[in-house]
């Protein structure tokens, strides 16, 4: 026997239960009772939407001096540089490079200089800090990983690299690592990845050990523009440290870098 009730519901127009039928499902699911979405989603959701904000910060040089990733941010950080987006991000940042590139023209005097950062902009650091779950810098650790010499080069950046030895400009890779302990495992690196044949290699010697990446930068810029006659056309790092003080050159370029922060 058909109840009076059901026999109404059948007889509801076709359209009118597609029309309603959204809103029975979304009330239902307000008090709990439909539960075929995970509940995890929506707080996943909202975590990376949270953690998207801070990558966003980090980028803009908003956060600063940050020891490490938070905690809820790690997963974040993980499949942002592994699952693609990093590259995308990356590659974005390298045409708006070459675009700019294709601007400006190395003079026959041979000053025209770019300068290119190596940790993360160069060379790649993301299986060292992936395997560290993207924790506070280490530096015994990291140390240990550098003398491998075994840091993967970043295809966008040698291509780069290429571009500008090719139309003429001179190359100064200009690192924080330690020079004393780090140089011949750093040029053997570049040089297995293929950057070959750059004007110079800086690193920090001992007179700027304990300074920040920042003013040790400043002062071998600055050495490079007024003692030596170089302009600088163009200077390409993932640190706003790499970036900012003095003689930082004519444009300036930051590739994307959520793992950690160098002052
Ligand atoms: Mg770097």
Redesign the pocket.
């Known amino acids: 026997m058909v109840s009076r009730a059901t026999a109404g519901v059948a007889l509801w127009p076709l359209a009118l239960v597609v029309v309603l039928l959204p809103h029975f499902v979304l009330a239902a699911d307000s008090i709990g009772a439909v539960a075929a979405k995970p509940c995890h989603s929506a707080a996943a959701d909202g975590a990376d939407a949270g953690c998207l904000s801070w990558r966003v910060m980090v980028e803009a040089n908003n956060a600063r001096g940050w020891r490490t990733v938070p905690a809820p941010c790690v997963g974040y950080v993980k499949s942002y540089m592994t699952r693609g987006q990093y590259i995308r991000d990356l590659s974005s940042v390298m045409d708006q490079v070459s675009a700019y590139v294709d601007t400006v023209q190395a003079d026959a005097d041979g000053l025209d200089a770019w300068i290119l950062?190596?940790?993360?902009?160069c060379l790649s650091n993301l299986l060292y800090y992936e395997a560290k779950q993207f924790g506070a810098y280490d530096p015994s650790a990291f140390k240990m990983w550098a003398s491998k010499g075994a840091c993967p080069g970043i295809p966008a950046v040698l291509e780069l690299y290429a571009t500008l030895q090719a139309k003429g400009f001179k190359v100064f890779l200009l690192s924080g690592r330690d020079e004393e302990t780090l140089a011949t495992c750093t040029s053997e690196n570049l040089e297995s990845e293929g950057f070959l044949g750059y004007e110079r290699l800086i690193m920090r010697s001992p007179d700027y050990r304990g300074q920040s990446s920042s003013l040790f930068k400043s002062a071998m810029r600055k050495r490079l523009v007024e003692e030596e006659g170089y302009r600088i056309r163009g200077n390409v790092?993932?640190?706003w440290s790499?970036l900012q003080g003095d003689y930082v050159g004519e444009r300036v370029f930051k590739i994307p870098?959520p793992m950690y922060y160098?002052p």
């Open positions: 950062d190596i940790d993360d902009t790092g993932d640190q790499d870098n160098v």
